[in-house]
């Protein structure tokens, strides 16, 4: 008898154990994540919260559907998060390769580094705005200076030029995270392969070709799966520096959604089109995450 | 505590209201032990008003409870917030003209709770304004509209003159209509060294500038029975104002994504002829220190449109009090405070225009005193301004959810991806699915 309460007593303690963390779990992420479900399927409008207990089922997906700005939201995401993940990595690896070699003052640099990570994207947002402005922004003002041109280009009104101010701002902020997280990696890798390789007559070329950015894969994924899902806080750099504008030009799914819930509202929808988005997250996390097993596996010998 | 503000202030005389002489003397109440929660706007101009609520905290005995401090608009989604989650648990918030009649039926009626002779110090106008379904749910604080800014200078040079006059066949004097400004904006343009006018260029900005030229040229919002109707020739007249002066580069080419920091800056900078503002820039326009044309700048009333009618798209801060307020008398006692004679004083001395008729009068009298004739001539515009050409958005709830609709395809007509016509015409077709949802129609 008292052996059968001890074994079961053994059985349900991981269950206790994990209690608290299931708890924390289920209203923290589980129950918010089913109420805007709900949500979604509902007229919600903020300012009419009686509008909460209409259930239209999935009018407002059949709505998004047809939703051509939506659409061109959506892509100009993944457009923007396929363009500034990358710089970031090509930036975030040359630095890190650079201080890696230094053998005086990296642990200031390395602090230095950090420093754009520590401003609010707000701030950064404002900063690069003005950096941008047509008439009085530093940068048509040196170009025009330095009679590159004559004209005041319109950085954050042209089509092409506009997105591509905010990447800057957004690389900027964010290319330190790499960075740091591929300095550490070039930190803990082993010198052995890398001497034995150049003993063998490997250049440089070759060593960091087949040697020092395999050993950094897992580093560079986890890198791009951490940024990933953050890389929505570049919603108030885009809010401040364009508000997704001119004519929808930089509108990205955060500023959309974000209008489309507080501004106008219309919370039933905008956590219809945060669906959506969220499938989207969900769909960059598991590619990077299987990209990033599969560079472990081929770290650990097994391909 | 029980007693109201109303037989509070009955020992008061109104002359000495109007006056405003005798604001200190006011009884503000007693309160002892009360805390009032309230909820306020934040910000560098709001700010120097706050310095004064410890005064009402000694005269009444309560305590104010500041539970948020921001900018409007994130102010605007908390407020929102709570009306979803239901958690109006303040007596006081900062509103604003075109966001109030969003929030339904939150804020009180201040005609039952603030003294006529109060209210009689008032300009008529913006409690008019202030009004929203005949409930007056705000008390106006400091109101906002526009005239326009240019630099002197470049009208006292008698060559430039005899040559504007030789190309457009009359003489060149600050505007009295846009169509003139669109001429001078033109004349004066050498991009990307000098400009002949800016405009905010985006978000609910650039809706209330476009909408001030529609009414200007004659045109309407809404019809009657509340159909779209800026889409109309008066529309496509007052959107092409904007879209002209863009291509013919006599704007910044960055004007679209500007909003009010871009333009007053842009004009202190020296670099733009003719700017239509806001009173709050007019000190830091004539500074020497702060600006490039400093004592070199002139102001006169907002110009006409086609319709003989000046452009006036106005709005006031406000205060209101929710219905939930656990303590109505502490609440109107408050915003009465802070809306009074010595309070305004303090915001007018920064430029900010106020909502009582004798704030504006003894203003003008210390910037007399004080030899700033250029400030008594702004302060003589906008008392006009405010008087005789305000006119408000539409006080409807679906204000800003149209605005978000039409930006866009403002912005979209200005770069050229639409013609004004095909602008308008878009905008006008979702603002009509925004009416029917929201069931004016």
């Known amino acids: 008898m008292l052996r059968a309460l001890r074994v079961r007593q053994t059985a349900l303690a991981p269950l206790i154990l ?50 051509a700005a939506f659409w061109a939201a959506f892509w100009r995401t993944i457009l923007f998060l396929a363009i500034a993940l990358n710089a970031e990595l090509l930036l975030g690896l040359g630095i890190a390769l650079l201080i890696n070699k230094l053998t005086w003052g990296q642990r200031t640099l390395r602090t230095i580094m950090m420093f754009p990570m520590m ?102 994924f986890i890198a791009m799966t951490i940024r990933s899902l953050d890389v929505a806080r570049a919603y108030d750099i885009v809010h401040v520096m364009t508000g997704g504008g001119p004519a929808g030009r930089t509108e990205l799914l955060w500023t959309l959604i974000a209008r489309v819930g507080y501004d106008n509202a219309r919370m039933g929808e905008a956590n219809a089109m945060a669906y959506v988005s969220t499938l989207l997250s969900i769909a960059f996390t598991v590619f990077f995450f299987r990209k990033l097993m599969a560079a472990r596996r081929y770290m650990g010998g097994a391909e | 505590m029980g007693r109201s503000l109303k037989a509070l202030t009955l020992g008061v005389s109104a002359t000495a209201l109007i006056a405003g002489a005798a604001a200190a003397e006011i009884d503000f109440g007693n309160f002892d032990g009360y805390t009032l929660r309230v ?16 005064a009402w905290e000694e005269m009444t005995g309560a305590t104010v409870q500041i539970l948020s401090r921001q900018n409007h608009f994130e102010l605007d989604r908390e407020i929102k917030q709570d009306i979803a989650a239901g958690t109006l648990n303040w007596c006081v ?48 604080r400091h109101s906002d509209v526009s005239n326009l800014f240019y630099i002197r200078s470049l009208y006292e040079d008698e060559a430039r003159a005899a040559a504007f006059e030789a190309e457009y066949g009359y003489p ?21 060294n000098f400009f002949g006018t800016q405009f905010v260029g985006r978000d609910e900005a650039i809706t ?26 008066a529309g496509v007249r007052a959107l092409s104002w904007f879209v002209d002066l863009y291509e013919a580069g006599a704007v910044p080419a960055g004007v679209p994504n500007y909003l009010w920091d871009d333009t007053g800056l842009g004009f202190a900078s020296g670099s733009v002829a003719l700017n239509l503002d806001w009173a709050g820039w007019a000190a830091f326009f004539n500074s020497e220190e702060d600006s490039a044309i400093g004592g070199n ?5 907002a110009p006409m449109g086609a319709a003989g009618v000046r452009t006036g798209w106005s709005g006031s801060h406000t205060f209101s009090v929710t219905e939930t307020c656990d303590n109505k008398e502490a609440a109107a006692s408050f915003v009465t405070f802070l809306t009074d004679h ?60 149209v605005s978000n609709e039409l930006w866009p395809r403002l912005q979209a007509a200005m770069v050229g991806d639409m013609t004004p016509q095909q602008a308008l015409d878009e905008a006008a077709r979702e603002a009509l699915v925004i009416m029917e949802d929201a069931g004016y129609r």
């Open chain 2, 39 to 54: 909820k306020l706007i934040g910000g560098a101009q709001y700010e120097p008003l706050y310095a004064e609520i410890g």
């Open chain 2, 297 to 301: 700048v002139g102001v006169t009333r």
């Open chain 1, 18 to 67: 994990l209690t608290p963390a299931f708890t924390v779990m289920l209203f923290v992420v589980a129950l918010p994540l089913a109420f805007s479900l709900y949500t979604s399927m509902t007229p919600y409008r903020l300012i009419r919260p009686e509008t909460l207990d209409i259930f239209i089922g999935t009018r407002n997906y059949v709505r998004l559907w047809d939703n």
């Open chain 2, 93 to 140: 918030g900062s509103n604003h003209t075109s966001f109030a009649p969003q929030y339904g039926n939150i804020y009180t009626d201040l005609n039952d709770l603030i003294p006529q002779e109060v209210l009689d110090a008032f300009v008529p106008l913006v409690l008019e304004h202030s009004t929203v379904g005949g409930r007056l749910v705000q008390l106006p």
């Open chain 2, 172 to 192: 060149l004097a600050p505007p009295e209509t846009w169509e003139q400004v669109r001429d001078q904006a033109m004349f004066f343009a050498d991009p990307p």
């Open chain 2, 208 to 233: 209330g500038r476009f909408y001030e030229m529609l009414v200007a040229e004659g045109g309407q919002l809404f019809t009657d029975d509340w159909e779209p109707a800026f889409n109309s020739e």
């Open chain 2, 342 to 401: 010595d309070r305004q004083m303090v915001e007018a001395r920064r430029g900010l225009l106020p909502t009582r008729t004798a704030v504006w009068e003894s203003a003008m009298g210390e910037f007399r005193d004080a030899g700033d004739d250029f400030m008594v001539e702004v302060f003589e515009t906008f008392q006009t301004s405010m008087a005789e050409d305000a006119f408000t958005p539409p006080l409807i709830a679906e204000w800003i959810e």
């Open chain 1, 119 to 220: 401003f609010s994207p707000i701030l950064v947002g404002f900063q690069f705005k003005f950096i941008f402005n047509d008439n009085i922004g530093i940068v048509n003002n040196a170009l025009q200076s330095l009679g590159l041109t004559d004209r005041a280009i319109p950085w954050l009104v042209d089509a092409q030029l506009a997105m591509f101010s905010i990447i800057v701002a957004e690389v900027w902020m964010s290319t330190s995270i790499f960075a740091i997280l591929l300095l550490a990696g070039l930190l803990a890798m082993p010198r052995d392969p890398v001497e034995a390789a150049k003993v063998d007559g490997c250049n440089s070329w070759q060593v960091f070709r087949h040697i020092t950015l395999p050993f950094l894969m897992p580093f560079i």
